[in-house]
């Protein structure tokens, strides 16, 4: 077997060659430059950001023929056999295996000795919080007192771990997550001299699933090679990763905001079925979320984006607005435990969705209780809000809605609230002489009060709609005998939009309707 991973072929062999991790270098090369170099450090971060790669490299910095030097030349006998791993005075432990306090005498009796050629002997401690306890406590005394010709590094993805008494005789350098455009260009690079074609998209899928690790990233390249030879794209990454694709990620979020739960949860079933996980399929979600807020704030600090990605978020991000995305967000996080640790998370994040397009009836509510014009929505009546806003008339400047939002709103600025609980708990229907308003059988009082207020509606409608519209109000099954004599408290109580658009988010029915300071 021949082939070397890309991870260990890509292996960074000087300072130079580490992605990321700016200030670790510099301290290092700081270090070594004027000699001022620790007797014992501890690298600290998550998994594959380099912390044994740059111990290794400051084994050979400090071991190397023309040094200590911040980079070392690579080609001397000393540097070809720590990158071999078969150095003498270079000692790897993975504490995972070596737990105990035996290993760390052992270890020590080794210590007593000089280096067989170099000028340090150099131990290297992976994964040190694994020791025990008593191992840490043998560890103190030559850790406090080391003789000159020691050097330690210990490598933690857990520094919590590591007891104080230890942390305090070594110096701390913090390993942080790789920034994901770093990751891309790397690798990019790495296609490139591979001689294997990478699209940017597919990079930048790569790059995040692997969440600030180099090694993680390569590793998906590796299985990305695998799957798809020598041309790796979008599609192939999100086929072998389960991570949906943005569009249909951004396509999902524009349903819900417009209130289309119908349409959400079919393109949930649709990528549920295509293999994603349900977990992957909320976190993306979330991380488009992000997206939008920041284009919809400043599209300079938005996420590096593909261009035809970065428009279609925009545009949705900005019809939309900086508010409202910033609200979408937080309802999406406030399920993020729900999800993730729920029996059948397919249902949770079925939930999440249907209480995020629930959201802008919401908002309606909101306006209402604070006096204000509640945001006009597609298709009045029962429908799932998704009907498309009819083509602009003469109505002036409430053009842009549908035709019941455009009545709502006239009703609204002029002053005539008390009718927009009629239209709202009607199916608007539009045509070029007529606007009908069509009652369910359960709507029926509130087609007795627009009957009621007759003329106001039909010289509203054609204020907006134009002087030839009339006006038409149909009940399904017609209306029952005895109807018009209903309570007309009853029906004043079932005609308020408040009570309307609460029904309509919270359900239940109005059993009964008193004036206001009596008992009920």
């Known amino acids: 077997m021949t082939y070397q991973v890309l991870a260990r072929t890509w292996r960074p062999q000087t300072f130079a060659d580490v992605i990321g991790q700016e200030a670790v270098v510099q301290t290092l090369h700081n270090a070594l430059s004027a000699e001022t170099l620790g007797h014992a450090y501890v690298f600290s971060g998550i998994r594959g950001v380099g912390k044994t790669t740059a111990a290794r490299l400051l084994a050979k910095a400090v071991n ?14 000393s540097c070809q056999e720590i990158a071999e791993g078969s150095s003498l005075d270079v000692v790897e432990i993975d504490a995972a295996t070596h737990t105990g306090v035996d290993n760390v005498r052992e270890l020590q009796e080794m210590l007593r000795y000089h280096p067989t050629r170099d000028r340090y002997r150099v131990i290297i401690v992976d994964e040190v919080h694994m020791l025990s306890k ?34 305090s005789r070594c ?9 994901l455009e770093k990751i891309v260009e790397r690798l990019l690079a790495i296609a490139s001299e591979e001689q294997f074609e990478l699209s940017r998209d597919a990079a930048s899928m790569v790059a995040r699933a692997a969440q600030g690790s180099v090694r993680d990233a390569l590793s998906i390249l590796d299985q990305m090679r695998g799957f798809s030879a020598d041309s790796i794209d979008s599609d192939a990454v999100a086929e072998v990763l389960g991570v949906p694709r ?19 949860l079919g393109m949930l079933r649709s990528e549920l079925r295509a293999g994603h996980d349900v977990w992957v399929l909320y976190q993306e979600v979330g991380r488009v979320l992000r997206v939008m807020l920041h284009l919809a704030m400043n599209a300079d600090v938005a996420e590096d984006l593909p261009d035809e990605q970065r428009q279609q978020a925009l545009e949705v991000a900005e019809n939309l607005g900086a508010a409202a995305v910033t609200r979408m967000a937080g309802l999406w996080l406030e399920h993020e435990a729900m999800v993730g640790s729920a029996d059948n998370r397919e ?38 809000g998704s009907q498309a806003p009819a083509a602009p008339t003469d109505g002036g400047a409430h053009a842009s809605a549908s035709p019941g939002g455009r009545l709502s709103s006239a009703l609204w600025a002029g002053g005539q609230r008390r009718l927009v609980g009629a239209v709202e708990g009607s199916t608007v229907r539009l045509s070029d002489d007529e606007l009908v308003l069509e009652f369910s ?9 627009a009957r009621q207020c007759f003329d106001e509606l039909e010289a509203s409608c054609r204020e ?11 009940v399904e099954g017609g209306v029952a005998p005895g109807q018009e004599d209903e309570n007309p408290l009853m029906r004043e109580a079932l005609a308020d939009p408040g009570v309307i658009l609460v029904q309509k988010v919270l359900g239940g029915e109005v059993i009964s309707a008193v004036p206001d300071g009596e008992p009920n």
């Open 134 to 167: 008593s191992a840490f406590n043998a560890l103190l005394k030559i850790l406090e007192e080391p003789p000159s010709y020691i050097l330690w590094i210990f490598a933690t993805t857990e520094t919590h771990k590591i007891p104080a008494t230890v942390l």
């Open 64 to 77: 190397c023929e023309k040094g200590p030097a911040p980079e070392p030349c690579g080609q001397c006998v």
């Open 246 to 264: 943005f569009e249909v990620v951004v396509d999902l979020i524009s349903a819900l905001a417009g209130g289309d739960g119908m349409t959400g």
């Open 171 to 179: 110096q701390q350098l913090e390993f942080r997550p790789v920034p």
């Open 464 to 474: 907006v709609f134009g002087s030839s519209i009339r006006l038409t109000i149909e």
């Open 347 to 384: 249902l949770a994040l079925d939930v999440a969705c249907m209480r995020l397009a629930r959201w802008p009836a919401v908002q309606r509510v909101e306006a209402l209780l604070a006096g204000e014009a509640p945001p006009a929505v597609g298709g009045q009546g029962q429908g799932s």
């Open 441 to 449: 059988t359960q709507a029926k009082p509130l087609a007795v009060f």
